[in-house]
């Protein structure tokens, strides 16, 4: 338990360093894009429920997950 716990704290929390509703709106997207390849319209989407993130935010957020 205590390495699941390292490794949770370790890539940024249990949100990956993002807020709670930015990354609901993630996973959202990601479902929604039955959660494949970081398409141009999976960007647009994100672009426009997380405006304070770039793509390269956007990029590693999906490799963190």
């Given at each position: 338990?205590?390495k699941?716990?390292?490794?949770?704290?370790?890539?940024?929390?249990?949100?990956c360093?993002?807020?709670?509703p930015?990354?609901?709106?993630?996973?959202?997207?990601?479902?929604?894009?039955?959660?494949?390849?970081?398409?141009?319209?999976?960007?647009?989407?994100?672009?426009?429920?997380?405006?304070?993130?770039?793509?390269?935010?956007?990029?590693?957020h999906?490799?963190?997950?």
């Amino acid at each position: 338990m205590d390495k699941i716990d390292l490794k949770i704290v370790q890539n940024g929390g249990p949100n990956c360093g993002w807020d709670a509703p930015d990354h609901k709106d993630f996973l959202r997207i990601r479902t929604k894009y039955k959660n494949g390849s970081v398409t141009l319209a999976f960007l647009n989407d994100m672009r426009r429920a997380v405006p304070n993130e770039d793509e390269i935010g956007v990029r590693e957020h999906v490799r963190s997950h």
